[in-house]
């Protein structure tokens, strides 16, 4: 079992075995294979010889010398518990337990880097040699034995002999070793034997060479010699010092690698140099006249394995590289493989050879010529294209078209140059038979080093070296520019391309005219695929073909993007007085060119008129009416010459010559007066007509969103400059024409709308009634715009005088009273406004004749436009209020403040409610309760905002209770917060008034300030009997102030001379038990209201009501209801889960301590430490039947954990003589506001002990601590005096350890106890079976008291230590889920209280002491744990050094009680940190806080000046997380950090690896120092599964899908957001999130019951809600569930949607399809179910799941069994609703087939989908790493199948299965999660790697566009989906079909998710392990496609 890995360490590793062998209870931290030295005991502080020396001893190697003590973890860190620290053996120790030591565990100052170590001393003999310091086995430090110790050899005369004769010593060859000197493998310790040793070589030892009798060394240790010995290995893999190249294109070059004990590496290329590289040559046997070339940066590629060497020094004696000097082998720690050392040698070559070097591609680069078999170049004086062509034809290529190069434009090279001033005639065979110069003279050396780029003649191939094309124009004239090279087109960069590139190109082609091509840079003629090969192109007008212009290298424009592909327009043929349009972006628009003589031309815009654009229209093939002519460069300026001026035409011709025209063309600015004309396109038949209009997402058909029609497609217009003109354009085009004005809206007021932006800056005037007639920036030209932007209109409708209308309010029978007067709307005066006036204008707008309330003072809002009536005064009967008396002139004081308004009563005969009806709800009697009120046939609640006993009578008498009192109003939700709307505030009543809602309030519904939580109550006075009682005030149904019935008036009690017996008889006639009532005085329960009916109330007990009892005659209550009388009754609860009263203590480790818990209801609760003593515990102890001699102990602050439940009781007031708990006097049961479980009181009873009996105290681990006695049931301590290891031993036996090896304690070692010492002197002879029975003092004199308590440590075989700490299922040491040992068990601590001291502890004690602290995570953070739950209520002061020292941490939890494993603790510790590291502090959630970021070392704050949200992505991305729509917070916003500022004025580009990349100020000043903190919010865009995804929002209790409470999802638990702030922006960003009209409207939607996340939200037109800034999340401060925000959307989607609308890959659409179609809401068990906006995280339409395939199938089984299931629910695009049919359920199999993902994808696609039965898709996780797609249809089996690369064999047609797995068990269930994607675009096949820009452009840019995308950011390789509704990473995309609009060809995109679970619960994906599957919710599917 042993294994030996150094020679040198045998013995030592022997012992370590050893030493876990004898100590079973070390196993579990020690492997088997005992590789590891003392790292099992952990020992520092005053480690020394004699303790080393005790380990040797112990281990049993005893020998002449001592043993060495090692310190800073000299055989490296261990793990787990540091049990031992300050050891202090005596010579006479053997066993290292035994020795004096401080507490075990207690060593916080220590850590694994200082762990002790121990060397002993084995045996040897004289000249034995050990290498030592060395890295492989054959190389270190030489030592040699003298005398059985080991001493070193001084490097003074130290050469390769006197090393071969100690390798030969060692067992390794005699031959090759190499010397080295000056300690090269580390300075020794102890004597150094040997000086100026000299050997022959012959000698069998040193000791036989020559050397010095006495040893000199200068330096000491400093001059250590050291070997390196040659191994020899014939017959291995490798010969040990061989070297091979690798990676190279010829054998004469590559990366150098060794090999090193039968194994290659590679070389590290430090100090690599020419002389290093020729020992490689000459070793390869490459020996020519020059030198190898060194290579650096792994040139040939990186490598794999080990790096051998590093820092080699090679001498150009060497021809063996392992011989050379260098670095010990494999001590390279800066090194890594991009370093890795190459080497190119000289192969032979003959005079004149030439080769190319420095290019990109085969046939260009730098011109070297070979001359004596060395390389050179060749200056470039007076090189030309003929000498090019003669070294080309050398060279094979063609010797026509050369290119010759200078400047060195491949690079400079090295070595010689042999050739100047070459000088060809072309028809020489070789350069050395052209003219040269006789000598070299080149100027500036290798920076003249000549080029050439020679041509390829390719007859037959796919296309001719050097030929061009042009790609993606209209005409065969025009495109992106591609050309050919090595067989393959590719593109051209725009770099310096210029017109006479272009005019080569056009040469090249054959478009020779008298102009000059056009250049078009920036892919104006879309982007390319494939290579770039030139840049910088750079002809002359004398080239004609492409490639023979100068030029970049091929291939080399790193900084080149398709982007910008270059373009050429070549002049085409063309007829005098033929016109184009350039410059527009719509082919009817742009700016007018005319061909004069073959030549294009402007024309000046002088006198252009709309005129002479028609005869241009009609020219260029479009209508001749409608034109519009545009001026001044409207679509930009163009070039060459302007033909025409002045033109006049009449509108008859047929030309534009032959219209007037100036015959000297006179433009004064040039082109900036170029005339440009938008022609009218007539469509008839088509979809839309060309110009045509309509309005969309209005109520009425008289406004909307404006669309115009363009090409045949439906656009929108945006808002800059949209004007009432604009509108009324709109309206007159509509035929909607009265005496008003359109109204112009912006900013999408009728929602956001979908599809191209057409118009944009529209100007029309008053003339026009066409819009697209109206002068506007060119179509489709708006850059700055989007649909947020939206223009709309509202037109006047036609309207008779006197109709009448409602405005302003929230429901449809109240708001501003506006009529209709001559086809106009306005508004009525206030003035003599009446409920009689109200009630004519109810009954004309349709509503009920009774029961109007008129309101006044512009009361729903000021109007606009005219006032039309005043002084309106109605009798009631009249039809119209025109009939009504009114004044003739209208005189309305203060304008629209004084417009009047109504609110009408509707009848609702047979309607769930009837309108204005009111109900008491939650009261204990029918005659009180919430009040709530019934509008438009729904009931909601009303706010108590002035609401009075009046208001509170009015609803009594409407309920027909009507005593003689006054109804009572209740405010703040006295009978319970409700739901549903919130109807009437601010309601003032008058006392006529018998029905609430006709008494006057705000408007329905207009409650903003208002929240459940003010939910207005009413008692109304029901009949009761003289001497009836009630109890009001309390908290629980048996105790409360004490109320009486006097002639049916409710009344109270005066306290004077109240007690117990009162009590009793009050509370049998409430019904409860006549005994044990508690009488409570001084309004105990709050003051009454009304009378006190009686006083000095004296009963016997047996009275049957409180009025036959004594009392005063008159009442005398001196200080009113301040005296108020009280009871608690007693509740006999027999046969019930508990007794009322009921005591019990929980959480102890025995039966006679624990927190107080009480019975109270039927329901146990715990009792709050407000006052809090000794007395009250000692009641609990009698109440338990634990009545000894001492009192009860009291504790609180929860030291025993913390309970759960209610906390019923607080400020406890027991006497001596109680006995039971609840009969003690204290605060009303629950009414403990300020209290919480952390302040859970406790009790220690004393249990009965026996004389003698033992216990341990003070002690961190259960064998050692202040020993203590119990005599006479009284427990004590023991005085030190002559106590010793002997007493200790007995002790120990009496405690039930073990009778040896105990360590006797003195001076209070454990800390000072308390109460008597008991005993003194105490001397044992060892056998005694009790302490008692020992010899000891009579009397106990113990000099200082409790400072002398006597301690001992017992021998005990444990598994894991007390107390110790372990840290499980984090990423790496310093993370991780909290595990304790107590009693030798590993146990979890819940998380209660849990909080950043409480880690810091933990951190201590696991020897992670930093300069920060440490972070707690509660609720499972790193996974539940399968242990118990040890310790809860954990409260740390931060002082402590271990968790047990902590508050409550002694109080073990054997059991869950009340805690589950979803509440085990964590923490995450401060590693050390690298410059650049960043961490967040502060925040609630993982990624949200102030930014912080390391600097050597430490940590700091980063201030806020110039923070910005660019600068956050940055910080973001280097997070982990995404590096978009990051929120950048200011001024502290998570509060203000500590320590340094370490940076300021940080400006980030975005682009950044790390904010310290970023431009920043060095000596900026943070001005308010840490309250400028930065701060972030990231977003999170990858799926963590389970309930919810993070950021998704849903919509809960709304009465439609489009309104409701918002809720969002933070750390996957759906939460709701306060209203602080909370406004119609803030809506709008939420409709947007969800898909509908980014119009929104703040509506409150009742309270929820799930945590509130967000407050203070400020959206300023984002995309999603958790990128508006808003207080941290989960800080809301004082806000409460009555707060909750809420919207209604503009539901813009609820028609059928048009045919192949589908969905996109971003998940905005697929929202938008999904809510298209489904008119019911799939159900979600674990979410609401009010709202389809729910389901992203789990819901999506089979079009986004489900295509028909075709594609390989590799059957290959595995046995992962479905463990949790997500169900989607399908639906038909198309909007059909076939009949469900009755299916079975859907099963996927067990077995399921892996999948082999390459990086092609074959996908065969097919054009049609026909499913016609009800098809769900799933998601199945798996404990396999396998990825799965399978298909499943209800009518036949599953059929498994596998993607792969290849072609498809099997097709099929049905579900799409995805299975998401652990792909790596040995990460603690960690996932990762990667996109794989491959487009079929028609030819089968393309690349993975392309389709970033291939899909991208496809979807924004390209045909697509149109197809219902909204576009997206796709990413593949290691990257994430973006999308835009925070759907779920393995839920967004399963397969989709997108229908191509140009082309029908259907282009299948299937993506196929592999992940991999990261830890901290990211990435779950079992939903509370529920299947979502109902056949009820999933629509049928019917769909071609």
Known sequence: MLTLVQEQEASFLMMSFVLVQSHPFLTAHVPALCIVTLDTKRMLDSWDSTDATTVCKQLGYAYTGNGIAFSNAQYGVGTGPIFLSNVQCTSSKSTLVLCTSNPILSAPACTHSRDAGVKCEAPCANGDLRLAGGNVINEGRIEICINNVWGTICDDYWSDTDANVACRMLGYSGQNAVAFSNAHFGAGIGSTFLDDVICSGSESSLLDCTRASTVNCYTGHQEDAGVRCYIDTAGTNCTYGAVRLVGGTTQYEGRVEVCINNQWGTVCDSSWDSTDATTVCKQLGYAYTGNGIPFSNAQYGVGTGPIFLSNVQCTSSKSTLVLCTSNPILSAPACTHSRDAGVKCEAPCANGDLRLAGGNVINEGRIEICINNVWGTICDDYWSDTDASVACRKLGFSEQNAVAFSNAHFGAGIGSTFLDDVICSGSELSLLDCTRAGTVNCYTGHQEDAGVRCYIDTPGANCIYGAVRVVGGTTQYEGRVEVCINNQWGTVCDSSWDSTDATTVCKQLGYAYTGNGIAFSNAQYGVGTGPIFLSNVQCTSSKSTLVLCTSNPILSAPACTHSRDAGVKCEAPCANGDLRLAGGSVINEGRIEICINNVWGTICDDYWSDTDANVACRKLGFSEQNAVAFSNAHFGAGIGSTFLDDVICSGSESSLLDCTRASTVNCYTGHQEDAGVRCYIDTPGANCTYGAVRLVGGTTQYEGRVEVCINNQWGTVCDSSWDSTDATTVCKQLGYAYTGSGIAFSNAQYGVGTGPIFLSNVQCTSSKSTLVLCTSNPILSAPACTHSRDAGVKCEAPCANGDLRLAGGSVINEGRIEICINNVWGTICDDYWSDTDANVACRKLGFSEQNAVAFSNAHFGAGIGSTFLDDVICSGSESSLLDCTRASTVNCYTGHQEDAGVRCYIDTPGANCTYGAVRLVSGTTQYEGRVEVCINNQWGTVCDSSWDSTDATTVCKQLGYAYTGSGIAFSNAQYGVGTGPIFLSNVQCTSSKSTLVLCTSNPILSAPACTHFRDAGVRCEAPCANGDLRLAGGSVINEGRIEICINNVWGTICDDYWSDTDANVACRKLGYAGQNAVAFSNAHFGAGIGSTFLDDVICSGSESSLLDCTRASTVYCYTGHQEDAGVRCYIDTPGANCAYGEVRLVGGTTQYEGRVEVCINNQWGTVCDSSWDSTDATTVCKQLGYAYTGSGIAFSNAQYGVGTGPIFLSNVQCTSSKSTLVLCTSNPILSAPACTHSRDAGVRCEAPCANGDLRLAGGNVINEGRIEICINNVWGTICDDYWSDTDASVACRKLGFSGQNAVAFSNAYFGAGTGSTLLDDVICSGSESSLLDCTRASTVYCYTGHQEDAGVRCYANVTCAQGALQLMGGSNQFEGRVEVCINNQWGTVCDSLWDNTDATVVCKQLGYAYTGSAKAYRNAYYGIGAVPIFLRGVQCSGSESALLQCSSANVIKTGPGGCRHLNDSGVMCEASCRTGDLRLSGGNVINEGRIEICINNVWGTICDDYWSDTDANVACRKLGFSGQNAVAFSNAHFGP???????????????????????????????????????????????????????????????????????????????????????????????????????????????GSSPIFMSNVQCNNEGLLLTCRSDPLLSVGTCTHGNGAGVRCDDISSSTPAPFTTPAIGTSSILQSVRAVLSTPPLQPSVHTSSALAYSSTEMSSSQLISTASMTVSPSTSSSAARNTYIFSTSSVLGTSPTETSVPRPRCPSSITSVALANTVTVIHTNTIKLTDNVKARFITATEPLIAAYCSLYTSACVPLSIVDGTATNSYTGDVCVVITNSDTNKNGELEVTFFAALDSGNGVLQHTSLQAAIQSAITNGDYANAGYDGVSLKTGDAALQGQDGLPTGVAIGVSSVAVLAAVVTVVIIVIVCVRRRNRNVGRLYFNNQEYLDAEDTPPLDTTL
């Not at 389970?1586 to 849903?1594: H, K, L, P, R």
């Not at 709701?1616 to 999130?1633: E, G, H, I, L």
């Open 1537 to 1647: 950090g500590i320590g340094d500022i370490l940076l300021n004025n940080i400006q980030c580009l975005g682009s950044e690896a790390s904010l310290l990349d970023c431009t920043r100020d060095a000596t900026a000043v943070c001005s308010t120092g840490h309250y400028e903190d930065a701060g972030l919010r990231c977003y999170v865009n990858d799926s963590r599964g389970g309930v919810c995804n993070y950021g998704a929002i849903q919509l809960v209790g709304g009465a439609t899908r489009n309104e409701g409470r918002v809720e969002v999802c933070i750390n996957n638990q759906w939460g709701t957001v306060c209203n602080s702030s909370w406004d119609s922006r803030d809506a709008a960003t939420v409709c947007k999130q969800l898909g509908y009209s980014s119009t929104g409207v703040s509506r409150y939607f009742g309270s």
